[in-house]
């Protein structure tokens, strides 16, 4: 069983929290171009503001793309190989089979109309320009606006250099109206300090400041970040000096382009105003990829001169110092770097000597966190653990990544391994996938252990659930001696669990409740194998149903539930949910078939799970069929929405797609073809939070 995860609306731009200022020309041409030419990449230098800019264009082209504006982040991708999937993720696809992930995507976009806004390409030029060349060859609707600092060279690219934003030259005349820069800095040190309120008769130290900045957005920003704490004058007379001794050395990213001196003097400058600490907390910070939160930045950053608990405080100067960004959850405050802004940390890093050590601290506070929520997963606390760990997926990910990049073979494969829960229980089968194969390459030479073990059957696991059982038979004929030569309770009945789901899914009931007898009769107390054991039922139940035996298919299922329920877990409650809805429709009991799919959609929604419910929506609609056709053909409308979000109708599951076949023919004999297609256009055509609170009513 795995879980998938839906997207609110269509599109993910995120929700900004400062206005936008100037550039309306650069805003009204690039409309023009984004919906005229296919491919339009914004360069400059860093700074300029081609993010804030290419986000500002996507969400004035809304109506434009009616399938959605998506952005996708790039810079904490390092591999050529991932652009695609990072494609994928944004996308929220759910298609886990084993089929090549640019194919998946680009099968799912061919019939869209959408807006892809590349950030952040410039490290990965080469391999976006492929990528998006074979992207637009696939889907003819698709059009991309990217952002980087080289051009990405491949066919119908339209350029477009984003200048730095307007500033008065020479010395400006009282009332004059101010050029975008001044508005940008007025309006940022406000934000920054209320009561940093300027007067009319500040415009020509701010037009002079900004002069001096080149109008450079992020710059700009910095300086204004300064006030009150500076007045005007000595901003200015700050900066002068600071512009005056300027040199190459100055620069520790070893960049002297003229066009980023204005930056790099701010930013150096702004480096130069922060405490000791406040420095080294910045250089620290550098090595998270996505975001943080206050505990990670203290487990991570704290030692030597910073303790941990001045970080907390360190953290809120930075913020005020427009150094980090701040944005509040519902786990509290989490914290971000422009990508700028780390490059110019991350060098300090390197310049203290301490970049080895710190990745190697964010190594294993992210394995400490995925060893956490292994063994946190089935509990009350799941909803949390779901949000916190995709909420760090991408430091997971660079944890991963370091621990692939040690010699010694056994933190990869004991953190892949850990994180089973994470692929398969928040649908990340693809990624967990090609993280485990890679720890288990054979070049890496893993000794047998506890780590290999539990490497193999998650890898089996996986695959199994990607439908590759070539693969999974192969993991299988590794893990299942080994697991007996470890004498390894816990491992054994993983393996023979992810046996038992090969069988059951391969068509071998029988054989998968031999298998499945082995498992002892009362759960263990958390965990690993508590999770295992409760997977055992549910194939148990699923194998029952394929052999008619309504009555144990129910047992098994309620003893699942039951055991969940206890334990205050979701996920597999859900699917507890959903064998007895399977189990009572089978038994012609559709009434009851219809409550436990409602109560299992309620509980898969919380985690997001669109594979889930899209199933679970097919049997509400199945049960509805005979006494409700009207309601139950919107439900199917909606349910066909969400499946097509995953990316392959019904997942390609023979058993699934003649039940919806057979659902439509029954809706339409009832209802007939007018009123049929009525009632599914408005499932279909809602708004999916919508469609799932029709269907919970």
């Known amino acids: 069983m795995e879980s998938s995860r839906h997207e609110r609306t269509k599109g993910n731009l995120p929700c900004e929290t400062t206005c936008f200022v100037g550039r309306e020309d650069e805003l009204s041409a690039l409309q023009d171009l984004v919906s005229t030419h296919r491919l339009v990449t914004l360069t400059g230098p860093g700074g300029v503001g081609k993010s804030r800019l290419s986000r500002q264009v996507g969400a004035d082209a809304q109506a434009a793309f009616p399938d959605g504006v998506w952005l996708v982040e790039l810079y904490p991708i390092r591999e050529e190989e991932t652009i695609a999937l990072a494609l994928y993720e944004v996308l929220r696809l759910s298609d886990q089979s084993p089929r090549p992930t640019r194919e998946v995507v680009a099968e799912w976009l061919a019939d869209k109309r959408l807006l892809l806004i590349l950030d952040c390409c410039e490290h990965l030029a080469a391999g976006c320009g492929d990528f998006v060349r074979a992207l637009l060859a696939a889907a003819p609707g698709v059009h991309v606006l990217a952002s980087s600092r080289i051009p990405l060279r491949t066919d119908g690219e339209r350029t477009v250099a984003v200048p ?87 620069d520790p990213a070893g960049r002297g382009d003229e066009r980023h001196r204005a930056l790099l003097t701010t930013i150096g400058w702004s480096h130069e105003l922060c405490t000791p600490l406040e420095r080294l907390l910045w250089a620290r910070l550098s090595v998270f990829v996505g975001g943080f939160e206050p505990d990670a930045a203290r487990w991570v950053c704290a030692g030597g001169p910073l303790a941990g608990g001045q970080v907390a405080g360190l953290l809120d100067r930075l913020v005020d110092q427009s150094v980090l960004q701040r944005t509040d959850t519902d786990r509290g405050p989490r914290y971000s770097m422009l990508d700028t802004i780390r490059e110019y940390g991350a060098a300090w890093l390197a310049r203290l000597g301490e970049e080895r050590p710190l990745r190697a601290s964010h190594r294993d506070h992210y394995r400490r966190l995925a060893r956490s929520g292994d063994r946190a997963w089935v509990g009350p606390e799941q909803v949390a653990w779901y949000g916190h760990l995709t909420a760090e997926h991408a430091n997971l990910s660079a944890a991963l990544e370091a621990c692939l990049a040690d010699p010694d073979p056994l933190p990869a494969l004991e953190m892949a391994g850990e994180l089973w829960f994470f692929w398969t229980g928040c649908g990340f089968l693809r990624e967990g996938r090609g993280y485990l194969e890679r720890a288990l390459a054979e070049d890496r030479k893993a000794p047998e252990g506890p780590q290999l073990l539990r490497a193999l059957w998650s890898c089996g696991h996986v695959a199994t659930l990607q439908g590759d059982f070539t693969r999974s038979t192969a993991l299988e004929s590794l893990s299942l001696p080994m697991a007996d030569r470890l004498a390894d309770p816990v491992a054994t009945a993983a393996v023979r669990y992810v046996r038992g789901t090969r069988l059951v899914m391969t068509g071998h009931p029988a054989r998968t409740l031999d298998v499945c007898r082995a498992s002892p009769p009362r759960p263990p107390a958390s965990g690993s194998a508590l999770a295992i054991w409760l997977l055992t039922r549910g194939i148990t139940s699923y194998a029952h149903l394929q052999l008619g035996e309504l009555t144990q298919a129910a047992s098994a299922a309620d003893v699942m539930r039951e055991e969940s329920e206890l334990h205050g877990d979701l996920w597999l409650r859900a699917y507890a949910r959903y064998f007895l809805a399977m189990a009572a429709l089978a038994d012609g009991d559709p009434a009851a078939a219809l409550r436990h799919a409602r109560d299992s959609l309620a509980l898969k929604w919380q985690l997001h799970d669109t594979f889930g419910a899209a199933v679970d929506l097919d049997t509400m609609a199945t049960s509805l069929a005979g006494s409700d056709p009207a309601r139950a053909a919107r439900l199917l409308g909606t349910a066909d929405a969400l499946w097509h979000s995953i990316g392959r109708d019904r997942a390609g599951v023979r058993e699934f797609l003649a039940t919806r076949h057979t659902c439509e023919h029954q809706l339409r004999t009832a209802l007939g073809d007018a009123r049929y297609g009525t009632a599914h256009r408005e499932g279909l055509e809602a708004d999916i939070d919508d469609g799932i609170g029709f269907a919970l009513r």
Do not use: K
């Open 164 to 250: 730095p934003l307007p500033v008065t030259t020479g010395t400006r005349r009282p009332g004059a109206v101010p050029a975008d820069a001044e508005l940008l800095f007025t309006l940022r040190a406000v934000e920054t300090s209320p009561g940093a309120a300027l007067a009319e008769r500040d415009g020509a130290a701010v037009a002079a400041i900004c002069a001096r900045l080149e109008g450079i957005p992020l710059a700009v920003e910095l300086a204004a970040a300064r006030l009150p704490e500076l007045s005007l004058a000595e901003l200015d007379r700050r900066l002068h000096a600071r512009f005056e001794l300027l040199t190459r050395h100055d």
